[in-house]
């Protein structure tokens, strides 16, 4: 992964933040904050893999990659290793950081996020999570049969919607709730560098766990913004343990597919004072105790 990358990585990787009330799910903490989402701890299948580094450019990066360039008829999936609640009569966002490296061939096929309810443990007769390559982005035909995912389609046939696109997408299957053409020639790094992406969930208010489902991806390097919205229906996802991750696919084509974490290195002077102020502690510990 080259230089430019890294530093476009040290963003938002996934949070879970509540539009108003107590937070729904976990809290994932990005720059500015002391946690790091450590992919390495994830739950990969397929191509998936998982590194950290600490290149000396003042950040800490984890990098989740669901394909590799240059190697084509790959699949991957990774997901957490905590499951989360969430209560779909009650707002909710969902963002994370993408960037997808070309290889060689053309672009192609995408990558999702994907909340289930189904463990990717056993999803597979018991077995763990088989992702599925080309066009299933990893998710349909995986078993992920109680699902919400978000798609970034980068490849398209005929009757399908023209790529690149973004998809809301619901019970491991590729036919879009709803999609927006981009109309980009591409949306690969380095001619577009990182994407932030947002999933914003508002309820109906009927209190009937349905509600519109908005994914937003934001360009950090220009000012390209696209978003999609649909209704979508939480009944069988409310209020019960939920996994979360992403799958990708690449098929004939060879992109890889990433999702990135980042946090600031402290600096020497941040250790001096964090090390003296352990040591005022400790002299007034000693000193309450005479």
């Known amino acids: 992964m080259h230089i430019k990358t890294l530093v476009l990585s040290a963003a938002l990787a996934v949070s879970f933040v509540p539009a108003t009330g107590s937070a729904q799910g976990p809290i994932f903490n990005g720059v500015g904050a002391g946690d790091l989402i450590d992919f390495t701890t994830w739950n990969l299948y397929g191509s998936a893999s998982a590194t950290n580094s600490t290149p000396g450019n003042g950040f800490t990066y984890s990098i989740l990659s669901l394909t590799s360039p240059g190697t084509g008829d790959q699949a991957g999936a990774a997901f957490a290793p905590t499951t989360v609640m969430l209560d779909f009569n009650q ?8 960037f997808m490296s070309p290889g060689t061939a053309a672009a192609g096929d995408g990558m999702t996020f994907v909340l289930t309810s189904d463990d990717p443990n056993t999803v597979n007769g018991g077995f763990p999570l088989v992702p599925s390559g080309g066009s299933d982005l990893g998710y349909a035909n995986s078993g992920l049969s109680a699902s ?19 998809q809301i997408l619901e019970n491991g299957s590729v036919v879009p709730l709803g999609y927006t053409e981009t109309g980009l020639s591409d949306i690969r790094d380095p001619s577009y560098f990182q994407w932030g992406t947002e999933l914003s969930y508002t309820p109906s208010g009927a209190n009937d766990f349905t509600g519109t489902l908005t994914g937003t991806i934001n360009q950090f390097i220009g000012s390209l913004s696209f978003s999609v919205s649909t209704t979508v229906d939480g009944n069988s996802l409310d209020s019960t343990p939920l996994y979360y991750g992403f799958t990708a696919g690449n098929g004939l084509a060879d992109d890889g597919h990433h999702v990135s974490s980042a946090v600031p290195v402290p600096e020497p002077e941040t250790y001096a004072m964090m090390l003296a102020g352990l040591g005022l502690l400790g002299w007034r510990l000693r000193r309450s105790r005479a």
């Open 148 to 166: 919400l995912a978000f798609a970034i389609d980068t490849f398209h046939f005929g009757d399908e919607p023209v790529s690149p696109s973004i």
């Open 91 to 98: 707002a909710f966002t969902i963002s994370f950081d993408f």
